[in-house]
């Protein structure tokens, strides 16, 4: 069912410039995307470290009074120093992440070859993206594009909002969740007069991680939260849920690709169509999922085993384009046909 | 600094009246509290449970598609069976609560002592409910009350939004704050055009569970999320914090009373005093709690030592009546004044 692009993969870090002559550019992955002006344009999630040293683990900050991203060098064998994922690492009892992510363009005229700008267009800059900007979606509303994008700083996971009309000048519009959530997507059109969003808040006492719905007036405020699905044990999405990139609209339903973890961490993609009008309302949902990592950029780099899109363009010809990332550090892109995965649900 | 009533507690569990015959109450604590006409009204948690049999934990469920609320019985030996707290146990890998919690009002003429009703006024009814009910606060805003609570299910911790003029009649308006998030405190007025909220998320991943605040404006979507104050390691809130009551405006800024916990699960209560226009501007805070648990009835019950407000009357003489939970099984009330704490702040 699902056609990986044979240029794959389409962004590997290496292609990409560091934002410093002093980084070095670890991953470039989980692109958000859309079209604009005949292009297909994506953000992509670049993460960098300062250049690795030998002896010593390398990370940055961004200082929220100063606006200026810190290199920390820590020695690997100080004492305070604790690492079992390569994403993150515990010193003197703070974590840290391996990494601090902004967010860069890439476009494209044919939509599979990919240039990647040579500066960032969103890089970190209040208190609640200290630790970088991550996993951005676009969904174009009204000749605007809002970017929501994952914020990262010690006080937790929280999802912003930004707005632009032409990749070029970008609007920041402040936190539209707060912690611990991620994962949202907007819906591209009004229901009944409110505006929609898939979230993903992360629970410390009860509840698994799982896809709620919120909607809102304004794209800034949200209520009426509703729950979507959760993982179920024991099967593909047995571990965590999460939604991709903005749902499309079908005469059946909203249709919409999710990722899903099993307790291995092995992140495939499926989809769960939900009522036009009411779209908490569950109508089906994959059995199994249709896209699991396979190829070997998939199965190896910084997280083996992960295939993770939220960047999505409807080609016009009943198929879709998923832009994903693979193994957490570089950008693929694959087209499915809307109407096997409809065929596909139960 | 504190003065308790002489007559603590004012409603115990003994006190109230089982909402049914199998059912005995095991907790009446963390009352919401405001004036309604001439009296202080008190919105009080009751937590039940089917009453308790030898050899058997007991606890009851709502279920959400006949709206009853069902016994569930589980025997002490069972191997499935799991508990290392007093408030939840674990069976068969899921969680659950050892009792289930509805609201239920208490009234005074003089504002220390009570008469609780014979019957609940908001019981557990939606799907985010089937654990109960729990922590109101009330906030009266242009002649309704309105009532936030936790709402607790599988699906996780939420808070919801009830509205009513009499206490007699509520109206239900859905979930304000999706998961993990509880302690919610609406202001009694807007600020610049906007209704303001203190919310306390728990993070599973980075982050402390801290105040933050949320701004609305219809009290029903909720936005521009922003930091106010998290726990500060190695003092009497080194844990997690988070807001009592609505807060009260004074001429040097909004003063809020909130709950701490150090690593013990002592729970303390201390004061901040937050800017007038920018309500997340913290101008000072306390160094050492002005309340913390000392007396009998606060020191042993279900959570020994735990003094925990979410009830708070302007007596209008400079004076405050918390009204609060001690060792989380009974009501209480104290008095401050508002001139001494504001003092102690640094």
Redesign the interface.
Known sequence: MIQRFTNNPIITPEQVKPSRPDFEVMCAFNAGATRHTGKVVLLVRVAERPIKRDGYVATALMNADTKRIEPLYIKLDDPDLKQDDPRLFTYKGV?YLTSISHLRVAESSDGRHFTTADQPSLLPES??ES?GIEDPRITLIGGDYYINYSA???????TSLARTKDFQTYERL????????KDIAIFPEKINGRYYAF?R???????SP?M?L?????L????????VI?PRPGMWDGERVGCGAAPIRTSQGWLELYHASDPNTRYCTGAVLLDLDEPWKVIARSGQPFFCPEAVYETTGLMPNVVFHNGLVDNGDGSLTLFYGAADDKTCGATVRVDEILASLK
Do not use: C, R, T
Request: glycine share 14%; aromatic share 14%; hydrophobic share 35%.
């Open positions: 974590n208190q609640y630790y990262i700083s010690p006080l937790g996971v929280v402040g936190v539209i969740f707060g912690p611990d959530n979230h808040p992360s629970m410390k006492h009860l509840g799982s709620w919120a909607s809102s007036e304004n800034l405020d949200w209520g009426h939260h509703e729950f959760g």
